[in-house]
């Protein structure tokens, strides 16, 4: 008989997502046609910008001739791709070489697919609460995991502990669900961490595009010891609306090494098996975000979300309630007032105000009590929900 995985009968039920969908239909069955102000949502909302467009329809056309038709890609990335995405580091400070970037189809599948260069009986640590993707994809591996747990008294944003040692560590910064960002003094000491413990970290940098604040790291690479400790998982999803159009890269230094082995050529070996490359239409359309202009009309939307989250964070500060997040993230994460769980909140803002966000305790024991709102909405819908929190909790 086949001997299937069976840590898939390990993982728990991913009821976060499903029992929002219950509870919303539920409502709507009860209040047909009653508009929800949707600030739950992971997924963005504006449209490409122009720019990418351009680049896609070109890249069409260029496949419609025989001398400018392109078959497989290669299999860590266009060269092209490569050499943009390595140049936009450099232009941050940040020196790598083009052969260290991988192009990837987003940072889902590269979070999920990177586990290959590990041991199965490595540990992973987890700062919790968390993207749920981390825990699941080393339960399905098999493999232990460590759980950091993250609160209030430390900003949502814990050193590294000697009671909490693993072989891969998880950081993800701007993170998803606290919007919390690490100061370049705290990741220093997470890469010292891993440094001594030869570890290595495995940071989600996502939301990089974010951070405002220019004192803040966007890279882990930003942080000296880091290339011979960390990998970093980008994503053009959030950065410029590629969520349906498939885009992320992935930095492997050369420097990292373990047990004589180079991650990065493990990682060329690895996309060689098991990948033939990205499409060359979507990989165009992602070095367009790159250019001068890709860049001012990338940020003209972020602009736009950072603008919703501002408007919950005003609402929120002039209600007295804390949060994390929102200035360099697009998540404002909340304390429940009235000591509400967070079950609890979710229930009264879709029942009394027709506020629908995502429950803290769906990210990690430890976000019980919290509340996470994102700013990829419409900003129509997003004043309209903080008028009504405010009118709610005043
Ligand atoms: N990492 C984090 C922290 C995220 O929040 C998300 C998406 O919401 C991803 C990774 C996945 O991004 P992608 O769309 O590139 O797969």
Same mark, same amino acid.
């Given at each position: 008989m086949t001997k299937p995985?069976?840590? *898939?009968?390990?993982l728990k039920d991913s009821y976060l997502f499903y029992n929002i969908s219950q509870k919303i239909k539920a409502y709507l069955a009860e209040h047909e046609g009653t508009h929800l102000y949707r600030m739950g949502i992971g997924d963005v909302s504006r449209p490409l910008c122009d720019e990418v467009i351009k680049a896609l329809h070109g890249a069409v056309d260029d496949q419609a001739g025989a001398d400018t038709f392109h078959g497989y890609m290669p299999e860590p990335g266009a060269p092209f791709l490569r050499e943009t995405i390595a140049n936009y580091y450099r232009s941050r400070g940040i020196n790598l070489a083009d052969d260290e970037v991988f192009v990837s189809s987003g940072a889902s599948d590269e979070l999920g697919d990177i586990l290959d260069l590990f041991d199965r009986e490595n540990s992973a640590l987890v700062i919790e609460p968390a993207y749920p993707a981390y825990v699941d994809a080393n339960i399905i591996a098999g493999r232990k995991i460590v759980h950091l747990p993250a609160g209030r008294e430390n900003g949502f944003l814990p050193d590294p502990s000697e009671d909490a040692v693993a072989d891969i560590l998880y950081i993800c910064?701007?993170?998803?669900?606290?919007?919390a960002v690490f100061s370049k003094a705290q990741l220093k000491n997470w890469v010292d961490f891993a440094n001594a413990h030869e570890s290595v970290i495995l940071f989600d =940098? =996502? *939301?990089? =595009? &974010? %951070?405002?604040?220019?004192? !803040?790291?966007?890279? %882990? &690479?930003? %942080?000296?010891?880091a290339k011979t400790c960390a990998i970093e998982i980008c994503s053009l999803s959030k950065t410029a609306g590629f969520t349906g159009t498939r885009l992320g890269y992935t930095v492997i230094p050369?420097? !990292?090494?373990r047990n004589g082995m180079r991650f990065n050529d493990m990682w060329v070996r690895n996309r060689t098996t098991k990948t033939n490359g990205v499409s060359y239409i979507i990989q165009r359309g992602g070095a367009a975000v790159f250019t001068p202009e890709g860049r001012r009309q990338i940020m003209e939307n972020i602009r736009y979300y950072k603008n919703n989250a501002r408007i919950l964070t005003d609402t929120l500060d002039e209600l007295g309630i804390w949060y994390t997040g929102g200035k360099n993230a697009p998540y404002v994460w909340m304390q429940c007032p009235n000591g509400l769980k967070s079950w609890e909140l979710f229930d009264l803002l879709l029942n009394k105000i027709q506020v629908v966000g995502t429950p803290g305790e769906g990210f990690g024991a430890c976000g019980e009590g919290y509340f996470r709102f994102s700013s990829f909405g419409s900003v129509e819908d997003t004043t309209e929900a903080a008028r009504r929190i405010k009118e709610l909790f005043k």
């Open positions: 995985n069976m840590h *898939y009968a390990d910064s701007p993170n998803n669900p606290t919007g =940098a =996502a *939301y990089e =595009a &974010f %951070i405002e604040d220019d004192s !803040l790291p966007r890279s %882990i &690479f930003e %942080i000296e010891g050369k420097d !990292l090494v």
